[in-house]
């Protein structure tokens, strides 16, 4: 079933295949996505201007550039400049140290690359697109507060003036 959420995803991998897949992948679930996608890191750190929804990130991006920053890195960069940004990894490293280090370092999930990834991903992009409705709902209650109080304020300011005068 797709959804009809609009997101902001952003997808790093430096295999160009496995990026289109990903992409595909997460148009079946959310068709009104739009999908940004880079190959390098640098690529994806020098481009971002503005916060995504998500990031998918690998881990290991060093096949177009050998001196390549890792996934770790980049991670910490798109922290940097985008502190609550939500980052998945999906990496084909089936280690757990790898696993820890990129929670560790802030990423939200860690989906190794296998038969399961793609339904993993939708998931986990689910569980988030359902963390930033709250969250988007949960400002729009604070905004809509605030204003009540503001009128609330206002009208005693109001009857209080009739009052004196």
């Not at 790093?12 to 496995?18: E, F, G, M, S, T």
Request: negative net charge; charged residues 25%.
């Amino acid at each position: 079933m797709a959804s009809e959420m609009k997101l902001s995803i952003t997808l790093i991998d430096d295999d160009v295949a496995l990026c289109e897949m990903q992409k595909d992948s997460l148009l079946r679930k959310f068709p009104d996505a739009q999908i940004a996608m880079y190959h390098t890191g640098e690529d994806a750190l020098a481009r971002i201007v503005d916060q995504p929804d998500i990031v998918v990130l690998d881990y290991q991006l060093d096949s177009v550039r050998a001196d390549a920053m890792n996934g770790i890195q980049i991670l910490s960069k798109l922290k940097e400049k985008f502190p609550e940004l939500p980052v998945i990894f999906m990496s084909s490293q089936d280690r757990m140290e790898v696993a820890s280090n990129t929670i560790k370092y802030g990423a939200y999930d860690y989906i190794v690359k296998n038969e399961t990834a793609f339904h993993k991903l939708q998931l986990a992009v689910t569980q988030l697109a359902a963390l930033h409705e709250i969250k988007k709902s949960h400002g729009f209650q604070k905004s809509l507060n605030l204003f009540f109080w503001a009128l609330v304020f206002a009208l005693i300011g109001y009857v209080i003036y009739l009052r004196v005068h």
